[in-house]
């Protein structure tokens, strides 16, 4: 724990609270809620073995831990079964008044007399107690925002210490007053109090229904993971250490017990009444300050300095200890002091040091263990202990006991040393594999795990050395400048370039001294930042040798010169770089621009933001990406405008979109929300503000909705839809208007719709209108998601637009059992009637005022198609516009898009005139454009023979746009040409911006793939499938048990899919570490016929058939996969797929699908050219 996080942390807490007043307020009331939990804890538990112990004989105290045992055991039982069943808002207010009234109850209970009453509370409270702790944390980490709960988290839990000092300290004082008795009035008080704290937290909840809805889960288990999850053998492989922690935490929780016992006791036998009542308000006080002053100046250092190795053994050496002393002299005193090290030793020290033992077990078993662990070692323990004193307290003394104790305690100290082998092993395969998550690490690192880290720095595994690095300069006690020398000499180039930034950003004394060699070195990028390393220590003597470097010859050692100088050397740098930095400013070659570009990021003053601003415009995309992440790093609010128009820019997206994320949301989000509602269309403004993600963000997107055009609300929907689904809400109020007002246009469209009638000159303009009805509705159904189940909803949607007649009557009985009141007729009505227009033919009057509806809409395809219709004959032949969107109608490979789409794709192309004789393609060129012929003819040739003429109306070179394959044949002009081209890049660039386009190409692409898979022989596929077969022999070998090569064998998996053929390593990496991995036992089935093709499907280990019913088709092995084509199509499953043997499988859902590809354009591109280049070898095949 470092020391500025416990010098004056409520100083802290009060900067803190002045930027985030909102959530600090939540935090403040789950303080207060927490603290009166554990204070009516005190005053319930005081109570209860204040009453029994002086009512009954201590034979009978054994008895009472049985029942306790079991009743909490049914307990947690009960309360898991009914959890899910009721909202957490609701649970908590019920589970506090029944425990307020029951408390009052047995108040009533003890003041008549009933001798039954008082081992009813004695094991009645804890259960309330449990229930009332247990429904507080599922009720705080609800209501936390969870990006903000690690660093407040400590707040809350405060709240508990302090509540226990408190009450501690109070019983002393109000026992002897009131008595003991009527502590259990002011135990019923404090619950209450409880709920006054939940109400007030409940009020700034804006719609409790929704915020603490009961969401079933989106991935159903199949029966084999939920087996899987079970099985205790998987368990204990995947977390060696196990079963030693296991050992260790059953033999605690038993000498736990037994010492309670003893110490109860001993207790009974010196103190009664209110003297036993005041000296355990006293225990429970002086242990909580105790605790309290372990947890912050000797838990955390003596973790840091010794090392969770050593750290975890302090707990049963003391106990032990306590317990050998309580053997020779069972007296109050000793017995008091072994109690007290549970609270002492156990809730600080022991609990800190049992969480960081976890830490390096991969997230996918790490609730595993835990579960395993709390839910059946601790309270199975509890029971044994339970049964063990019924038999020990009848044979053996109160001291006696103890030697079972110290058998215990010296078996878990055994445990706890074979933890160590079995602990830095798995520490190494975590490293080895890279699965920990940085920001999930604890704030400190034992000595051992530091040594395994400080270890492979010095391999030569680049990401391993990578990665450790990372991890030890966040550490704060690991001292990085020891490990400086050999690092500048790793064989790893990035690794002496992240060790000469250590020494930039640090400037350990001497340092300099270690940069000689690599000042001269022979690597650019190495001297340069050797160069701003020996510059960031100021040397006045170095001052010359750094100006010397501005005149270099290459142009980044000028660059480190100028950031040198200007940056470490102040007014003097200042006056020797500026003028070099004058002269590379006008420079016009590409390599100096960029070098410019990124200068300015490294010098980070602020106020050197303005010769970035030409730099965005520059002809490089290379340049803006570098002034782009320039602009990152200094934040300037003045360049954020520059920055939006280059969301535009498809090359820089990226950088763009890093760029404005960078800005704090205080800052950023106002400005954006002005620029969604300004007249300039970006739709890429909403991708910007899911990237942030965060609340304000969500309510920035939807307050303006109704401002926006349908272009942009599409958008809005999708990225809110996105922030939606992790922890963010959205008003409900807000929704339902939204959804009234959309509603509202809807009824309002199909109303002029139907004015226009059945009129074939209009055909084209109703086409047009009925697409945006129909998206019209998908908008209606993407708002329902926030207020209702958003699995539900999206269901209902897709059987409404795809399904056959069955699918469309149970989504119109879905949403008539779903929603109420006059939503539900309306949405009823919706899904329900047909859009055709009705046979009255409308009057002139009304199909014009309809028409002019329409065209005061502002959408940009409908007003085409209505400015057509009104031209004259001699302009519609001059309309080029139209006559592109019907060249585009011809071409195969757009066959499925709608005339929206053709619209799009019309506006990027080129006009081309080309003279008779002249080549427009020669045969073995690369092709990268499509040509649609307006007017003139030309002629095909393969090997200088003519085999085919082409005239107006044709087209050639569609696969060329997407593939980029060389010419199969040369293209000359017969007569003076006319031609419209589109070009690779325009065309990736379109669909890149237009989702709806790309997806709808795909999946096209993927239907007359799988038609033409129909019509190839039994004995082509089969074929295909051996030598995949063989070819996947590899990937067999692999070693599955081996842990530490999950994200390797994912990767390798990965590679086999032909979908992802043209995917980089690094394109591989970030998906691997999407996917999830499922396990199926022999004959299990993993997806049927019919069922829809959501998810595909990679083998890792065992073996698939494919099938149809009875009927054999295939078998899979290990490294194939099956259900690629499903998730672009969005087909239902053609086939059966059963697990053969055992089988692990990596599965990858078409949201995930989709959410990569359109994350870089080089993916996209790769994707189509995979579906087009397989389309064309399978048809090779018929």
């Keep these: 724990m470092s020391k500025k996080s416990i010098i004056n942390p409520f100083t802290l807490l009060s900067r803190q609270f002045q930027s985030d007043r909102t959530e600090y307020s939540k935090i403040f009331y789950l303080f207060g809620y927490l603290f009166f939990i554990v204070a009516a804890s005190t005053f319930s538990r005081t109570a209860a073995d204040t009453l029994f112990l002086s009512r009954y004989d201590a034979s009978v105290l054994s008895y009472m831990y049985l029942p306790q045992a079991a009743t909490l055991l049914l307990t947690g039982f009960i309360y898991q079964k009914l959890c899910g069943r009721f909202r957490t808002d609701q649970l908590v207010v019920r589970v506090i008044i029944i425990a307020s009234v029951l408390a009052l109850l047995s108040r009533l209970a003890v003041g ?179 605790a309290l002053f372990v947890q912050l100046f000797i838990s955390g250092k003596m973790i840091t300095r010794y090392g969770v190795m050593t750290a975890i053994l302090v707990f049963p050496i003391v106990l032990f200890t306590g317990s050998f002393a309580l053997l020779i002299m069972p007296v109050l005193a000793i017995a008091t002091a072994v109690k007290a090290s549970d609270k002492v030793l156990g809730d600080t020290i022991y609990s800190s040091v049992s969480q960081l033992i976890m830490f390096p077990v991969a997230p996918e078993w790490r609730g595993r263990a835990k579960g395993f662990l709390d839910g059946i070692v601790r309270n199975g323990a509890k029971g044994i202990a339970a049964i063990s004193l019924i038999v020990l307290s009848q044979w053996f003394a109160i001291e006696q006991i103890s030697y079972f104790i110290l058998a215990l305690i010296g078996c878990c100290i055994v445990a706890a040393i074979k933890i160590k082998k079995n602990y830095l092993s798995m520490l190494l395969s975590t490293l080895q594999s890279k699965s920990m998550d940085l920001q999930d690490e604890p704030d400190f690192v034992d000595p051992a795990s530091i040594q395994i880290l ?123 770089a500026v ?299 001059q309309d080029s516009l139209m006559k592109q969107i019907h060249l585009l109608k011809r071409v195969a490979l757009f066959a499925g898009l709608t005339g929206r789409d053709f619209f799009n794709i019309a506006m990027r192309l080129q006009k081309v005139w080309i003279n008779k004789g002249v080549e427009i393609v020669r045969e073995g060129d690369a092709g990268d454009s499509l040509y649609l012929i307006e007017q003139g003819r030309t002629g095909i040739y393969i090997h200088g023979h003519k085999i085919n003429e082409l005239s107006a109306y044709d087209y050639f070179g569609e696969i060329s746009v997407i593939t980029q394959r060389v010419r199969s044949a040369t293209v000359i002009a017969e007569e003076n040409v006319v031609l419209y081209e589109l070009t690779s890049s325009a065309f ?71 979908l992802f053929a043209h995917c980089s390593q690094e394109d591989f990496i970030k998906l691997a570490r999407m996917v999830e991995e499922s396990v199926y036992e022999p004959g299990e089935r993993i997806c049927g016929i019919g069922e829809d093709g959501d998810t595909m499907y990679g083998i890792i280990e065992g073996k698939v058939q494919v099938h149809k019913g009875s009927e054999q088709l295939a078998t899979l092995e290990v490294g194939q996969c099956f259900g690629e084509m499903a998730i672009i199509d969005g087909q239902p499953r053609s086939a059966d797929c059963t697990a053969i043997s055992r089988t692990i499988l990596l599965e990858l859902t078409r949201e995930q699908v989709f959410s990569f590809c359109f994350q870089k354009i080089h993916v996209l591109k790769g994707l189509m050219r995979v579906l087009v280049e397989r389309t064309q070898d399978t048809e090779r095949l018929v």
């Design 112 to 290: 008549i007399g009933f001798s039954w009453i008082f081992p009813v509370i004695y094991v009645g409270y804890d259960v309330l107690n449990f229930l009332m702790i247990v429904c507080f944390w599922q009720f705080a980490t609800s209501i936390m925002d969870q990006r903000k709960a690690k660093r407040m988290i400590g707040f809350v839990g405060s709240g508990g210490l302090v509540g226990g000092i408190l009450s501690g300290f109070g019983l002393k004082l109000l026992v002897q007053p009131l008595g003991t008795e009527n502590l259990i009035f002011i135990y019923a008080a404090a619950q209450l109090l409880c709920l006054l704290f939940v109400l007030k937290l409940l009020r700034g909840v804006p719609n409790p229904a929704e915020f603490f809805a009961i969401k079933s889960t989106v991935k159903k288990l199949s029966k084999a993971q939920t087996r899987a999850v079970e099985e205790k053998q998987g368990l204990f492989q995947s977390v060696p250490h196990l079963k030693y922690v296991a050992i260790m935490a059953s033999t605690l929780t038993i000498s736990l017990t037994l010492i309670d016992y003893q110490f109860k006791v001993i207790l009974r036998g010196t103190l009664q009444n209110e003297e036993l009542a005041s000296f355990m308000g006293s225990f429970y006080g002086f242990a909580g300050l105790l």
């Design 454 to 576: 400080a270890g492979a720095l010095h391999r030569h595994d680049k990401q391993q050395a990578l990665y450790a690095f990372a991890i030890l300069s966040g550490i704060q006690e690991f001292d990085m400048n020891e490990q400086i020398t050999p690092l500048l000499q790793h064989p790893v180039q990035e690794l002496q370039i992240e060790a000469l930034k250590y020494l930039q950003s640090s400037t350990p004394a001497l340092g300099e001294k270690k940069l000689e060699a690599h000042l001269s070195s022979s690597s650019v990028i190495i001297r340069a930042h050797a160069i701003l390393a020996l510059s960031a220590y100021a040397l006045e003597e170095q001052l010359d040798r750094i100006t010397a470097y501005l005149h270099d010859e290459d142009v980044h050692i000028r660059a480190a010169a100028i950031v040198g100088l200007i940056k470490y050397y102040g007014i003097e740098g200042m006056f020797q």
């Design 579 to 877: 003028g070099v930095l004058k002269e590379l400013l006008k420079n016009g070659q590409e390599e100096e621009r960029i070098a410019m570009a990124g200068l300015f990021g490294q010098i980070g003053i602020a106020s050197f933001y303005k010769p970035l601003i030409p730099m965005f415009e520059d002809s490089s995309h290379l340049v803006r990406i570098r002034a782009l992440e320039s602009a990152s790093t200094l934040r300037v609010p003045e360049l954020v405008r520059f920055i939006i128009p280059l969301l535009d820019d498809s090359k820089v997206r990226l950088q763009a979109t890093a760029a404005l994320t960078s800005y704090d949301e205080a800052i950023i989000i106002p400005i954006l929300e002005s620029r969604m509602t300004a007249k300039e269309l970006n739709l890429h403004l909403p991708r910007v503000l899911e990237e942030i993600g965060t609340q304000a963000a969500l309510d920035a997107l939807l307050r303006h909705y109704l401002l926006f055009s349908s272009e942009l609300r599409e958008k809005t929907l999708e990225s809110a839809t996105r922030i939606h689904a992790g922890s963010n809400q959205v008003d409900k109020k807000h929704a339902e208007h939204l959804i009234d007002q959309e509603i509202s246009y809807y009824f309002k469209w199909v109303e002029q719709l139907a004015l226009i009638g059945n009129r074939n000159r209009m055909s084209d303009l109703a086409e047009a209108i009925e697409q945006m009805r129909v998206r019209h509705v998908k908008r209606i159904f993407q708002l329902l998601a926030f207020l209702y189940d958003s699995r539900s909803i999206h269901a209902v949607y897709a059987n409404w637009q795809d399904g056959n007649a069955r699918q469309q009557a149970n989504a119109i009985e879905v949403i008539d059992q779903l929603l109420k009141g006059k939503l539900r007729t309306d949405m009823t009505k919706i899904i329900s009637s047909s859009s055709t227009p009705g046979e009255e033919a409308p009057s002139e009057l009304h199909v014009k005022e309809a028409i002019q509806w329409f065209y005061d809409q502002g959408d940009p395809w409908i007003n085409l198609n209505i400015d057509y219709l009104t031209q004259s004959d001699d302009k519609l032949m």
């Design 988 to 1058: 990736y660039e379109m669909i890149f911006d237009r989702t709806e386009i790309a997806m709808e190409l795909m999946k096209q692409l993927s239907l007359r793939l799988r038609n033409t898979n129909e019509k190839v022989s039994r004995a082509v596929l089969d074929t295909a499938i051996e030598e995949a077969a063989v070819e996947d022999h590899a990937l067999a070998s692999i070693e599955v048990e081996d842990r530490n090569e999950t994200i390797i064998r994912r990767i390798l998996v990965l590679q086999k899919i032909s």
